[in-house]
């Protein structure tokens, strides 16, 4: 049939195509003939011949696998802005079937990871360094807060400018009148040297019975002294608690000794939902328990523990129990163990069986420590227990008698010294390299007991020092190296110990001194600026005193 409608197409073209009929009465010789005639015929015809692609159908249709993208896809394509009315919803042309709806774009995908998303890529942020500064700032943000409340409504009765000390330019008081600390008396006062204005307060039992979580229980209060309306924690131990102290890095663990020889360790950044909470005149304290404490210690050892000013963390003794609260983070562990009477003294003075009362690490070299006794005499030892010279730091009088160490305060300016505070009210200067001290002054007292003595944390040539008939001394070895320059008596107020606190790393000769009376209050007085200011080539001048009294 094809071949029929080729033969009167070329016969009707070219007039050479001849039909059928007569094509199969031809020769065999006339065969080959028709079938060149053939393939020229297809040759022609195959140009004329295209396919037909007018109508087309997909044979796969692979929808979105992300939920996003398949809403995307079904009612809009205007980003993340979308419209939907129950109105011609098939209508396909159009995203909003009734009258225009304003619409705001806002970006709040957090990390944008797809195209969809609108702005660019958050920086990585420092998290340690922002918590630092939200830390700082709010504690700003704090001070400001209560200033101007306390300028408002003042919630304590602030200390009138007219009884100050005289040598103070201002004070102020911290805010002791809380309900938990009434008839306590404040034994310890303790200033951070990481964060000069954080302050620790021990206060004892309590005279009456209060609430009945606190019933024989003692409390230390941590202090902020730029807000002085109300302590920032409060901390409380079964124990008496004899001395304490903040971590020599930081400022969010605290130790403290007891009186029963247990070593006590709280950390401050736990949380508040451990602890128990007493709510005091519709305001909700929370008392924090010890972190860990080591319990029990053997009987035979307690006395060289018992009435340390700063705690021998290094120097543990055996225990018999230690407990950990639970969720608790921070754990002390078992070092070493020191017996310091055969360790420390010489037979003969082993035999009058010195107490010791008093430790202090060396701030340049913390392996080496000092102990002072009831003798008169300050042991020189190392952790180790290697071989130190000298081993006793004795007075000009080179023979024991029953007086006691009640302080020692080493020098914070780098050289290797050390103050020395006795209850017959000598004071003494002693250098780590030598037996016998450099000076000592006998009569600056009046024979009353020295309580506290420290170091001006701004100028290397002034000590103060603190007896037991509330008198405070202020000694300026530039001035007068003989006697005090300046003493300030506290005659309403029965002062019970003292610390200072300044900030050595500036030059604006700010410098502090914190009183503790038997009222349980606790004053903070700005000393004058002729103590507190540094001289000119101060070390100096010193170092030249020193060399002379050798």
């Not at 009434?182 to 000069?196: A, E, G, M, P, T």
Request: net charge neutral; glycine share 4%; charged share 20%.
């Amino acid at each position: 049939m094809w071949i029929r409608k080729c033969n009167k197409y070329n016969l009707a073209s070219k007039g050479k195509c001849e039909n059928s009929s007569y094509t199969q009465k031809k020769p065999q010789k006339n065969r080959k003939h028709w079938k060149s005639n053939s393939i020229l015929c297809y040759f022609k015809l195959l140009p004329l011949i295209d396919l037909d692609f007018s109508v087309s159908f997909s044979l796969l249709d692979l929808p979105p696998v992300n939920e996003y993208d398949m809403y995307i896809r079904n009612y809009g394509k205007m980003n993340t802005k979308q419209a939907y009315v129950q109105c011609n919803e098939d209508n396909l042309d159009r995203d909003i079937q009734t009258e225009e709806v304003e619409t705001l774009e806002k970006w709040t995908q957090h990390p944008g990871e797809s195209a969809l998303v609108s702005g660019a890529q958050l920086p990585k942020i420092d998290s340690l360094r922002l918590a630092n500064f939200l830390r700082s700032a709010g504690q700003v943000i704090a001070v400001l807060l209560e200033e101007d409340q306390a300028a408002a409504q003042p919630r304590w009765k602030q200390r009138s400018q007219q009884t100050n000390l005289s040598i103070s330019d201002s004070c102020f008081q911290l805010n002791t009148n809380q309900p938990f600390l009434h008839d306590r008396k404040i034994s310890c006062l303790y200033v951070s040297q990481v964060q000069r204005q954080a302050l620790l307060s021990v206060h004892g039992l309590p005279e009456k019975a209060g609430v009945a979580i606190l019933n024989r229980k003692s409390i230390i209060c941590v202090w902020n002294i730029w807000q002085p309306s109300s302590p920032q924690k409060v901390l409380i131990c079964d124990s008496q608690v004899l001395c304490c102290c903040f971590s020599p890095s930081k400022t969010t663990l605290v130790f403290a000794g007891t009186v029963d020889g247990s070593l006590l360790v709280w950390d401050l950044r736990e949380d508040t939902r451990m602890h128990p909470h007493v709510t005091f005149s519709e305001t909700d304290w929370t008392f924090r328990v010890p972190t860990f404490s080591t319990g029990w210690y053997k009987c035979t050892l307690i006395t060289h523990f018992v009435d340390s000013e700063t705690i021998p963390l290094q120097i543990l003794l055996t225990l018999f129990l230690s407990s950990l609260i639970p969720g608790g983070k921070v754990k002390l562990v078992h070092s070493s163990t020191m017996e310091l009477n055969n360790s420390l003294f010489p037979k003969d003075v082993c035999l009058r069986m010195p107490q010791t009362l008093r430790v202090k690490f060396l701030p340049s070299d913390p392996n080496h420590f000092i102990v002072g006794t009831n003798v008169g005499l300050v042991g020189h030892g190392t952790r180790h227990d290697l071989k130190v010279l000298p081993k006793l730091f004795r007075p000009q009088e080179n023979r024991m008698r029953s007086i006691s160490i009640n302080a020692i305060d080493f020098f914070p300016f780098g050289k290797s010294l050390f103050l020395v505070g006795c209850s017959d009210g000598s004071i003494r200067l002693h250098q780590m390299t030598s037996e016998y001290p450099l000076m000592q002054w006998n009569d600056s007292t009046n024979g009353q007991p020295v309580i506290a003595l420290q170091w001006a944390l701004t100028r290397p040539a002034v000590f103060f020092v603190l007896d037991a008939s509330s008198n405070i001394y202020i000694w300026d070895l530039l001035e007068n190296d003989l006697f005090p320059v300046a003493k300030q008596t506290i005659p309403s107020e029965n002062v019970i110990t003292m610390a200072l606190l300044g900030e050595p790393e500036k030059t604006n000769g700010l410098l502090g001194i914190v009183l503790a009376n038997n009222c349980g209050e606790i004053d903070i007085h700005y000393i004058k600026k002729k103590w507190a200011l540094p001289q000119p080539e101060e070390s100096e001048k010193l170092n030249l005193i020193l060399l002379r009294s050798c």
